[in-house]
């Protein structure tokens, strides 16, 4: 399968997933907002946790910024509803299971680990602006600050 890379000034593809606490979420849902999708490699591990409640303690700046917070792993709805009462998240977490979203989104990457080469999420961000088109992209995220970083770029917006 041939890498998909997104770019900014590119339309966002449109998804529908699943949704911790139940429901689903689409893309559309959001029309005419910003849109914060990040993408994140697993519940409960320790930079995904930092990221996740990172965002959760912005939410509210986020909010008044007009944007909404999206996070997408592969992880089963029911371990997002785990993860959100364990650390008291506040964004919505969205299922992904089949990464089809993720490898229309270019962030399903092969990856290696002690060796071993495996197939999983590389921790991407992505702003959509209000007309539905990709703003930024933030491949290969390091957590420390980078939800004061996103904030920042959707303030200028």
């Known amino acids: 399968?041939?890498?998909?890379?997104?770019?900014?000034?590119?339309e966002a593809p449109e998804f529908t997933l699943p949704r911790d606490g139940g429901g689903e979420v689409s893309l559309s849902d959001h029309a005419g907002e910003i849109v914060v999708l990040y993408f994140y490699p697993r519940d409960d591990t320790s930079g995904c946790t930092k990221q996740a409640i990172a965002f959760s303690e912005h939410l509210e700046a986020f909010t008044e910024a007009g944007a909404v917070i999206l996070g997408v792993s592969k992880d089963s709805?029911?371990?997002?509803?785990?993860?959100?009462?364990?650390?008291?998240?506040?964004?919505a977490l969205l299922s992904d299971e089949e990464h089809d979203v993720c490898e229309r989104y270019g962030?399903?990457?092969?990856?290696?680990?002690?060796?071993k080469t495996f197939m999983g999420i590389e921790r991407t961000t992505v702003l959509i602006g209000r007309d539905g088109r990709i703003?930024?992209?933030?491949?290969?995220?390091?957590?420390?600050g980078h939800a004061e970083e996103v904030l920042e770029a959707v303030r200028a917006l």
């Open 77 to 91: 709805v029911s371990k997002h509803d785990k993860f959100r009462d364990k650390h008291g998240l506040k964004v």
């Open 107 to 115: 962030v399903w990457k092969e990856k290696s680990m002690y060796g």
């Open 1 to 10: 399968m041939a890498e998909i890379t997104i770019e900014a000034g590119a």
């Open 135 to 144: 703003v930024r992209v933030w491949p290969k995220v390091k957590v420390p």
